[in-house]
């Protein structure tokens, strides 16, 4: 298992794990927005899976940071910086019913778990880091997982 990489791949890892920090920062803000403001008749079970769901990010979110510094690279740490680097888009004073915010938050989860699985192929079969491949992988088990769950739910 490599632990140890070459410097000029560090930047391109580092690089891979930053969208994937905004774009897990942007659905942390969503998810605590979400258990917020969601509203009707599964007011109690969406308020606390939501509220599962930031708690889960804010210790993802912690994993990658420091994963972006043990490959040799300062985490972005502001909003505006994870707004210009994130592919999930926002809606700014828009409150929408229980199963559109599932729906969005589902759609929204897929994408970054999507991008989390295209980065850690690559980081594993390009760059030979087995450890943040191996991370990244961690986090797809669990976003696919939690993922399974919103998809069930709207079965219902
Ligand atoms: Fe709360």
């Known amino acids: 298992m490599t632990t140890q ?5 560090n930047v391109e890892i580092a690089e891979a794990l930053k969208t994937i920090l905004a774009n897990q920062f ?10 917020w403001n969601v509203t009707g008749g599964h007011f109690f079970r969406l308020h606390e899976l939501f509220e599962k769901l930031y708690d889960e990010l804010a210790d993802d979110i ?13 985490a972005p740490g502001t909003l505006s910086e994870f707004l210009k680097l ?3 888009s926002e809606k700014e004073n828009y409150y929408p019913e229980a199963e559109e915010m599932v729906r969005t ?3 929204d989860y897929e994408q970054t778990t999507n991008r989390i699985l295209e980065s850690a192929a690559k980081i594993q ?11 990244l992988y961690g986090l797809a088990q669990k976003y696919q997982k939690n993922i399974w769950m ?7």
């Open 26 to 35: 942007v659905l942390y803000t969503k998810a605590r927005n979400y258990h």
């Open 125 to 135: 079969n390009e760059y030979k880091d087995e450890v943040t491949a191996g991370l």
């Open 86 to 88: 994130s592919n999930i």
């Open 5 to 9: 990489v070459a410097n000029n791949v």
């Open 105 to 107: 938050f589902t759609n």
């Open 150 to 156: 919103l998809k069930s739910l709207m079965n219902n």
């Open 62 to 74: 912690d994993e990658v940071a420091e994963r972006i510094r043990a490959v040799g690279d300062y």
